[in-house]
């Protein structure tokens, strides 16, 4: 049975933007088979499930196919299931739809905000 590196696998199935983001998400314990964390070396199977902790999300994914290098958008979405539980989903949704998944405009010209408009900008965020 063939078994690939976690971070390898996160990285070619285009879960993770780069190999470094994958580890790094691996050492900060935000990656785990079934409930415990796993380090970047960690050795996975097909069919095991993997819990990734992703921008506040919390995504499941199950291995139908292990590969090692990566490959395109289409080819990478054959080799797992997204088997997220759908509050999930609908939360993720809800939060890219309502335009929070989207950068922050400012008028142009305006610059980089004062420290006063900062501590603004961060009060009238935590208030929502």
């Known amino acids: 049975m063939q078994k690939v590196r976690i971070d390898k696998w996160l990285w070619s ?7 470094t983001i994958a580890t790094d998400a691996c050492k900060a314990g935000r990656v785990r088979i079934g ?5 970047p070396s960690s050795l996975w199977s097909e069919n095991e499930v993997v819990l990734l ?9 199950r291995a139908l196919q292990l ?15 997204d088997i997220t539980p759908e509050t999930e989903k609908n939360k993720y949704k809800a939060w ?8 922050e405009i400012r008028e142009k010209g305006a610059g980089r905000p004062t420290k006063k408009e900062r501590r603004e900008i961060d009060s009238f965020k935590e208030e929502e």
Do not use: H, M, W
Not at 35 to 39: G, I, Y
Not at 67 to 81: F, N, S
């Open 13 to 19: 199935v285009r879960l993770f933007k780069s190999r």
């Open 35 to 39: 409930e415990e964390p796993v380090k």
């Open 53 to 61: 902790k992703k921008d506040g999300f919390n995504f499941q994914y």
């Open 67 to 81: 590969i090692e290098k990566r490959v395109g958008a289409p080819i990478a979405v054959t080799c797992y299931e």
């Open 96 to 103: 890219f739809l309502n335009g929070t998944g989207t950068a």
